[in-house]
């Protein structure tokens, strides 16, 4: 029951965020009373963190296998932008909001470790593996922004959207100007 009540409760808080998700509603999906949650689970917010917790390692772990492929460097990046968009279908943006304004705290803290360790860091290491990045840039800004540009299609419409992500990375690597 332990990893089925985490599947629904991924699923509700990426689509709607975790304000919005109650464990009556995790509860009520699964065909399950609120005590049967709680005897798995302390509350809400550490449901939330062993959800977070099993995504980053998922991530971390195919983001890793992308990175170190013997694809080109504009294609790893493709590759692994289109990852988090395939596995990905929520936004972001609400993501960080919820682990900046509505956790403890503490909780706050443990996730972003997670998020640095898990998200950021395989972008980190391709980009500073990569020999074609011009000396100049600063890794940890030019992966931030990237991060940026990835959440902007990760819950647009279904139409064009890998499209659009892939056209959006590529004004990223090589600009507008001639």
């Known amino acids: 029951m332990y990893e089925e009540i985490l599947d629904v409760a991924e699923e509700l808080f990426m ?3 975790y304000n919005d998700t109650s ?4 509860a009520s999906i699964l065909g399950i009373t609120q005590p049967n949650i709680y005897y798995h689970f ?3 917010e550490t449901i ?19 990175g ?19 596995r990905h279908p929520f936004s972001l943006f ?9 956790l403890r705290p503490e909780t706050s803290k443990k996730l972003f470790v997670l998020w640095e360790r898990s998200y950021k860091q395989p972008f980190i290491d391709l980009f500073q593996q990569e020999s074609t990045v011009r000396s100049t840039v600063d890794t940890d800004f030019a992966v931030r922004q990237l991060f940026i540009l990835i959440s902007a299609y990760l819950d647009s419409p279904i139409e064009n959207r890998k ?16």
């Open 15 to 17: 689509k709607q965020g």
């Open 23 to 26: 464990t009556r509603q995790i």
């Open 42 to 44: 302390k509350n809400k």
């Open 48 to 66: 939330y963190y062993q959800v977070m917790q099993r995504l980053a390692k998922e991530v971390r772990k195919n983001l890793f296998e992308i």
């Open 68 to 86: 170190t492929s013997e694809d080109r460097f504009e294609e790893k990046i493709m590759a692994m932008a289109f990852y988090l968009q395939a």
């Open 94 to 102: 609400m993501m960080m909001h919820d682990i900046q304004h509505v």
């Open 163 to 178: 499209e659009n992500l892939q056209a959006s990375i590529q004004l990223f690597f090589y600009g507008i100007l001639k």
